[in-house]
């Protein structure tokens, strides 16, 4: 999801509580706040000397362990407002990626994307997910790349 896509659910659905799933079934707990926004830019090699740049924004998410019996989540308009706050200081790319970055005692730190949302009730739920790492240079480094199903032909090899 991109940042502009992201703040313009949260403004759309303002009078709602704002959760995240970061794995199947499993909530950020209703202690969380945000604590750092990230203005990131990728300026990358890879293993087959081809280059790439891009922006990605990140948003950090922290359980306050002081807050653990909390049941009541953050609004969406209080983070509008934070979020808000944060793009007066330093302007967003709206086209940047999004990835919220958690962790908890049970589950490591991870940048994770979001995947989708859904209203549940009075709940703004955005559904995360991390991805596996892959290799951007397989034609180069001479990694077989598996065709989709279906478009293989008798003897291709593909099959």
């Known amino acids: 999801m991109k940042t502009q896509e992201f703040l313009n659910i949260l403004k759309e659905h303002q009078g709602k509580s704002l959760l995240f799933e970061y794995a199947p079934n499993l909530l950020v707990g209703a202690n969380y706040h945000i604590t750092e926004v990230k203005h990131v830019t990728i300026d990358s090699v890879d293993c087959g000397a081809g280059v790439d740049a891009w922006k990605e924004t990140v948003v950090q998410l922290w359980e306050d362990p002081n807050e653990l019996g909390k049941t009541a989540y953050m609004s969406t308009y209080k983070a509008l407002g934070i979020l808000s706050k944060v793009g007066k200081m330093k302007s967003y790319v709206s086209n940047a990626e999004l990835k919220i970055e958690y962790s908890n005692t049970n589950f490591h730190t991870a ?29 180069a480094c001479g990694i077989q790349v598996e065709e989709e199903a279906g478009s293989c032909t008798p003897g291709s090899g593909c099959c």
């Open 111 to 139: 940048q994770l994307f979001v995947n989708d949302f859904e209203i549940r009730g009075t709940n703004l739920l955005f559904k995360l997910a991390s991805q596996p790492t892959d290799c951007k240079a397989k034609e």
